[in-house]
């Protein structure tokens, strides 16, 4: 199963993801992360993601690493559950990026923590 999958970043993770004992078929929640220079700007990304389905929430980046590289002090975060395939993780950063390029702010990555329950 975890051949199916193209050679680049996303396709790495999913790649973990599986190779984790999750069940791909099955949804799972899916945290995608937009860069943001100010709060008003991670606010607005949220505003226009709820409209889209996704939960949000938005902090402050601390990590002094991460804002000496990008210069980006606020991230927003968008969840959604999703089954997550390949397409399914382009299209949900594909989507959220055409509401944050507008505002200067950019999709800086994905995570989940799966679906494997912990007590099996």
């Given at each position: 199963?975890?051949?199916?999958?193209?050679?680049?970043?996303?396709?790495?993770?999913?790649?973990?993801?599986?190779?984790?004992?999750?069940?791909?078929?099955?949804?799972?929640?899916?945290?995608?992360?937009?860069?943001?220079?100010?709060?008003?700007?991670?606010?607005?990304?949220?505003?226009?993601?709820?409209?889209?389905?996704y939960?949000?929430?938005?902090?402050?980046?601390?990590?002094?690493?991460?804002?000496?590289?990008?210069?980006d002090?606020?991230?927003?975060?968008?969840?959604?559950s999703?089954?997550?395939?390949?397409?399914?993780?382009?299209?949900?950063?594909s989507?959220?990026?055409?509401?944050?390029?507008?505002?200067?702010?950019?999709?800086?990555?994905?995570?989940?923590?799966?679906?494997?329950?912990?007590?099996?």
């Amino acid at each position: 199963m975890t051949d199916e999958y193209p050679n680049d970043a996303d396709g790495d993770a999913l790649r973990a993801i599986a190779e984790g004992g999750n069940d791909m078929s099955q949804p799972m929640d899916v945290d995608v992360q937009i860069a943001a220079a100010d709060e008003a700007v991670a606010t607005r990304v949220a505003e226009e993601a709820l409209k889209l389905g996704y939960r949000t929430s938005i902090y402050r980046d601390d990590e002094e690493a991460d804002v000496e590289e990008s210069g980006d002090l606020w991230t927003c975060e968008c969840t959604k559950s999703m089954v997550l395939t390949y397409d399914a993780i382009i299209a949900a950063q594909s989507e959220l990026d055409g509401i944050a390029k507008p505002l200067d702010a950019y999709v800086d990555g994905w995570g989940t923590f799966g679906n494997v329950d912990e007590e099996e």
